[in-house]
């Protein structure tokens, strides 16, 4: 059974080498265990408002398998997950009010920890060029994407892009580079047998490496077809 993912991602203001997500703060931070993990939004995110009533969040435990919840929220107090993550790879907007999407920042956590993952202000959903393949999902990589802007100004920008892979207890490996500039998108397709092969638990992201100015905005993203091993 084939198992599509389409992965994008953006960083508003970027100055230097870190992973493409929209905290936009330097590299994300992988979790290494499945921990208490909770979800918090704007004093107006509770049911019965005209802000946000309820978020899905998807993810894997500290198995890989594929876990999912929708958590309705209680404002600006964190609520507590049914499922303790170990990935978040999305999360986005289900029930809403008269707002129709989120009016600030959605940020999921572990307690005490780093942002796994944020639904930015007027998005609606998480935009992270990250992914961790499921347990027991194999595929390829078959395509990645980037682009470079400076909001605001004519400023001309070229930005250094990576795709890389991390197999579980290994370390990061470039698998193709690029480069994304204000006159120029980058954009790989990849076609068999020079598909970029990708076994389950692997991480998956695309990062800038090196950026011509600052308070640049940088997307980046990829395609990823799987299957299930069903036998």
């Known amino acids: 059974m084939d198992y599509w993912v389409n992965k994008y991602g953006r960083a508003a203001d970027v ?69 303790s993550y170990y990935r978040v790879n999305r999360a986005y907007v289900e029930a809403v009010g008269a707002s129709g999407v989120n009016s600030g920042n959605i940020s999921i956590t572990h307690t005490g920890s780093a942002t796994l993952a944020r639904i930015s202000g007027l998005e609606g959903q998480t935009l992270q060029a990250i992914y961790t393949v499921p347990a027991g999902i194999n595929g390829t990589i078959v395509g990645w994407r980037g682009d470079a802007a400076r909001e605001a100004s004519q400023v001309a920008v070229n930005a250094s892009l990576r795709l890389q892979t991390r197999e579980a207890g290994k370390g990061w490996r470039t698998r193709d580079t690029g480069v994304a500039g204000t006159t120029r998108g980058l954009d790989r397709k990849f076609q068999s047998p020079s598909a970029i092969t990708v076994k389950p638990l692997t991480d998956i992201r695309v990062r800038v490496t090196a950026v011509s100015t600052s308070n640049a905005a940088i997307s980046g993203g990829f395609e990823f077809k799987g299957f299930v091993d069903q036998r």
């Open 15 to 83: 100055d230097a080498a870190m992973d493409i997500y929209d905290v936009s703060t330097g590299d994300y931070e992988f979790p290494t265990v499945a921990f208490e993990t909770k979800i918090v939004g704007l004093a107006n995110d509770i049911p019965s408002s005209d802000g946000v009533h309820s978020v899905r969040i998807e993810g894997l435990d500290i198995n890989g398998a594929q876990i999912t919840e929708v958590q309705t929220l209680n404002g600006a107090t964190p609520v507590t997950l049914a499922n």
